[in-house]
């Protein structure tokens, strides 16, 4: 009897083991990833939530949380993000969040493409009209672009179950709602004051990923948080617009040094990578060269009223032409990404003294007449050594020189040099103050 006691109790602590690993690959399926997005829709934006997409469904997470505060940002950059939402296997959830946030333009499409939409309180969503990038566009072209949009967002609020009348109101109308309002509207389907509260109403909730049907499983589950690396960071500071207008501004003071002072190196270096970071910050916003050309055409103008003699009607033209360029630099109907005028007036007045002191002093300096070497003999005084005609010799700066004239010049009468012909000078008399 001991021994079937003691084989039963081996059979138990074997099973018990047997069934820790299966308990424990459980346990680390039951993840939630966090991550926080506050700022303009680019293509920084796109990167960090579609790579933490990537990472929620490699490590089969229970969901993948947004907290998102937008003011929204470019189609392009938003369409890459929901693609990666609708192949996701994970369950997406954009929060928007915290209290004063809110989802606007481009967030709105993000939110209500979600496998779940929830919001804090005191936050909104809304205001969808697409805004008019690189120029104006025209009543017929504007109606194609709304009604693009309204086909895209209605299709969206279908597929996960939403309001799709709110949705078209959103983008022709731009009506913003509050979070109670979204809520009572089917535009989301949670509102929690935090994050806590929002993980604890989201067990057992049941959705439709790429995958299928699926229940998200919370209780018991390990948060995650994944901020945004440096890398990203960077790039997000650098797409800025008034950061890329200033880096192109600094390129081109960089490389009008190098080309003024050959050799310096350190200016060339520097406006060139500031040039170089400054065209990748333009890959990521919405240009309009037609303002870049404006202002090259401002620095050329600038330049050329030193060398010409235009009473300053070129530097007038060319501060016109920077500050029309500047405004159209980035000309959009956000003004999330257009230039700040605290920015532009400054950068215009700065541009315009810099060159216009620098070159002037610049020119100043090659029209100086040179005052040491072979050139600087021309124009000195000195006295006849011995007889000068055809050939003699006189005294500059203490040294002895071989000497021609084409007048005879008398031994111990002052002359002036006239020409540096090899080691001869051509000199004639000095002429008398």
Same mark, same amino acid.
């Given at each position: 009897?001991?021994?079937?006691?003691?084989?039963?109790?081996?059979?138990?602590?074997?099973?018990?083991? &047997?069934?820790?690993?299966?308990?424990?690959?459980?346990?680390?399926? =039951?993840?939630?990833?966090?991550?926080?997005?506050?700022?303009?829709?680019?293509?920084?934006?796109?990167?960090?939530?579609?790579?933490?997409?990537?990472?929620?469904?490699?490590?089969?997470?229970?969901?993948?949380?947004?907290?998102?505060?937008?003011?929204?940002?470019?189609?392009?950059?938003?369409?890459?993000?929901?693609?990666?939402?609708?192949?996701?296997?994970?369950?997406?959830?954009?929060?928007?969040?915290?209290?004063?946030?809110?989802?606007?333009?481009?967030?709105?499409?993000?939110?209500?493409? &979600? #496998?779940?939409?929830?919001?804090?309180?005191?936050?909104?969503?809304?205001?969808?009209?697409?805004?008019?990038?690189?120029?104006?566009?025209?009543?017929?072209?504007?109606?194609?672009?709304?009604?693009?949009?309204?086909?895209?967002?209605?299709?969206?609020?279908?597929?996960? @179950? +939403?309001?799709?009348?709110?949705?078209?109101?959103?983008? +022709?109308?731009?009506?913003?709602?509050?979070?109670?309002?979204?809520?009572?509207?089917?535009?989301?389907?949670?509102?929690?004051?935090?994050?806590?509260?929002?993980?604890?109403?989201?067990?057992?909730?049941?959705?439709?990923?790429?995958?299928?049907?699926?229940?998200?499983?919370?209780?018991?589950?390990?948060?995650?948080?994944?901020?945004? @690396?440096? +890398?990203?960071?960077?790039? &997000?500071?650098?797409?800025?617009?008034?950061?890329?207008?200033?880096?192109?501004?600094?390129?081109?003071?960089?490389?009008?040094?190098?080309?003024?002072?050959?050799?310096?190196?350190?200016?060339?270096?520097?406006?060139?990578?500031?040039?170089?970071?400054?065209?990748?910050?333009?890959?990521?916003?919405?240009?309009?060269?037609?303002?870049?050309?404006?202002?090259?055409?401002?620095?050329?103008?600038?330049?050329?009223?030193?060398?010409?003699?235009?009473?300053?009607?070129?530097?007038?033209?060319?501060?016109?032409?920077?500050?029309?360029?500047?405004?159209?630099?980035?000309?959009?109907?956000?003004?999330?990404?257009?230039?700040?005028?605290?920015?532009?007036?400054?950068?215009?007045?700065?541009?315009?003294?810099?060159?216009?002191?620098?070159?002037?002093?610049?020119?100043?300096?090659?029209?100086? =007449?040179?005052?040491?070497?072979?050139?600087?003999? =021309? @124009?000195?005084?000195?006295?006849?050594?011995?007889?000068?005609?055809?050939?003699?010799?006189?005294?500059? #700066?203490?040294?002895?020189?071989?000497?021609?004239?084409?007048?005879?010049?008398?031994?111990?009468?002052?002359?002036?040099?006239?020409?540096?012909?090899?080691?001869?000078?051509?000199?004639?008399?000095?002429?008398?103050?």
């Amino acid at each position: 009897m001991r021994w079937k006691g003691k084989k039963a109790f081996v059979i138990l602590v074997c099973l018990a083991f &047997s069934v820790l690993p299966s308990a424990r690959a459980d346990q680390k399926t =039951k993840e939630i990833i966090v991550i926080t997005y506050d700022g303009v829709i680019n293509p920084v934006a796109s990167q960090y939530i579609g790579q933490n997409i990537d990472y929620a469904n490699a490590r089969d997470a229970q969901a993948l949380i947004v907290e998102l505060d937008t003011p929204g940002g470019l189609d392009t950059s938003m369409r890459t993000i929901i693609k990666a939402i609708n192949r996701s296997d994970v369950p997406v959830v954009t929060y928007v969040a915290p209290s004063g946030a809110r989802a606007a333009s481009a967030g709105v499409f993000i939110t209500l493409a &979600s #496998h779940v939409a929830a919001m804090a309180p005191e936050t909104n969503i809304g205001a969808a009209h697409p805004v008019e990038i690189g120029g104006k566009l025209g009543k017929t072209m504007q109606e194609k672009v709304t009604n693009d949009a309204v086909a895209y967002i209605k299709s969206i609020a279908a597929l996960r @179950g +939403r309001n799709p009348q709110w949705a078209e109101r959103a983008v +022709r109308e731009s009506i913003s709602s509050t979070a109670s309002e979204a809520l009572e509207n089917g535009v989301v389907n949670l509102v929690a004051p935090n994050l806590d509260d929002l993980v604890k109403k989201l067990d057992g909730w049941k959705t439709v990923t790429a995958s299928g049907p699926r229940v998200i499983r919370t209780a018991g589950a390990r948060i995650i948080r994944r901020p945004m @690396g440096f +890398r990203l960071r960077a790039l &997000s500071i650098l797409s800025d617009p008034n950061v890329a207008y200033i880096l192109m501004l600094l390129g081109f003071y960089g490389i009008f040094f190098e080309i003024l002072s050959p050799g310096a190196v350190l200016p060339g270096v520097i406006g060139a990578i500031s040039l170089i970071v400054a065209f990748y910050s333009f890959q990521t916003l919405p240009v309009n060269y037609a303002g870049f050309i404006l202002i090259v055409l401002a620095i050329i103008m600038f330049i050329l009223d030193v060398k010409m003699a235009s009473h300053g009607a070129l530097t007038v033209g060319g501060i016109i032409s920077m500050v029309i360029g500047s405004m159209m630099l980035f000309e959009t109907g956000g003004p999330f990404l257009a230039l700040s005028m605290s920015v532009v007036v400054p950068a215009v007045l700065i541009t315009a003294l810099f060159f216009f002191f620098t070159v002037r002093l610049a020119v100043k300096a090659r029209r100086r =007449k040179p005052v040491t070497g072979v050139e600087g003999m =021309k @124009g000195e005084t000195g006295v006849a050594s011995t007889p000068v005609n055809s050939q003699g010799m006189v005294r500059v #700066h203490g040294e002895l020189w071989s000497a021609w004239s084409e007048e005879p010049v008398g031994q111990g009468e002052k002359i002036e040099v006239l020409q540096v012909e090899g080691l001869k000078l051509k000199v004639r008399k000095a002429q008398k103050q």
